[in-house]
């Protein structure tokens, strides 16, 4: 007895033979050209045929993969702007959650003062009072705790947006930069920073006020000669002629 065919198994073995045919005939290289798969994975033309170019012939494929490099770095600015604006709108969503929590404790605030003034001037009915307040003081604790949690993740979004704010300006310096070189020169080329502007000279010490003229001469001074001795008195007996 022998085993019945399965129509549907043959088709399908039929339909990838045909198929494997296709991509054979497809992907066959042409003649003088080496294999390969670039057409189905980036680039079509194969690298090593495109390193075997003279440096005389290069001139439009430099060109054009600095193009190629300078829309790669667009692509990946644009990707931290993108993100960027995600942050934001998490922030502008959590800011406004964080408001309505924080007019939600407000109006409890508010009840709460209300019942207590009517408590405490003997009106309605004490246990309407007392379990009003109870429910207040619940409401306001689970209120204080979804304020935290809603301010822990507002600081924390803050924070990636200022991260993102710094890293999208670095980028765009970097995108400035990469489109400011001289077209054909290689991508990991880094830009060579900008000279700082010489300082300027420091003004010349003003001369001290002195008069005109030359300097005098310094002045020695002499030392003056010594008294002479006083005269000694004279005998008392010239005294009393």
């Known amino acids: 007895m022998h085993p019945k065919s399965n129509p549907t198994a043959t088709f399908a073995l039929a339909a990838l033979i045909s198929l494997g045919l ?20 980036g680039s079509r033309v194969d690298k090593q045929l495109v390193a075997q170019v003279p440096r005389d012939k290069r001139g439009d494929i430099d060109k054009a993969e600095f193009e190629n490099a300078v829309a790669g770095e667009e692509v ?13 709108d998490d922030y502008a969503a959590t800011a406004t959650k ?32 007392l379990k009003l307040q109870a429910d207040l003081r619940e409401d306001r604790t689970k209120n204080e705790a979804e304020r935290i949690q809603l301010k822990g993740k507002l600081d924390q979004t803050d924070v990636f ?13 970097t995108v400035a930069a990469f489109k400011a070189r001289r077209p054909g020169a290689p991508p990991s080329t880094a830009v060579a920073p900008a000279a700082a502007p ?35 008195p004279a005998p008392e007996a010239d005294l009393k002629n």
């Open 161 to 173: 947006v200022r991260d993102l704010k710094n890293r999208v300006a670095d980028k765009e310096k």
């Open 22 to 41: 296709a991509l054979g005939l497809f992907l066959a290289p042409a003649p003088g050209q080496a294999f390969s798969l670039g057409s189905l994975f």
């Open 76 to 88: 990946a600015l644009a990707k931290l702007r993108e993100e960027l604006a995600d942050r934001q």
């Open 98 to 129: 964080v408001a309505k929590a924080n007019a939600t404790a407000a109006e409890l605030a508010l009840d709460t003062a209300r019942i207590d003034a009517v408590d405490a001037a003997g009106l309605g009915v004490k246990e309407d009072n």
């Open 198 to 232: 010489a300082a300027a000279p420091a003004p010349a010490a003003m001369p001290s006020a002195s008069p005109k003229g030359p300097l005098p001469e310094e002045i020695v001074r002499q030392e003056l000669p010594a008294p002479p001795p006083a005269p000694a």
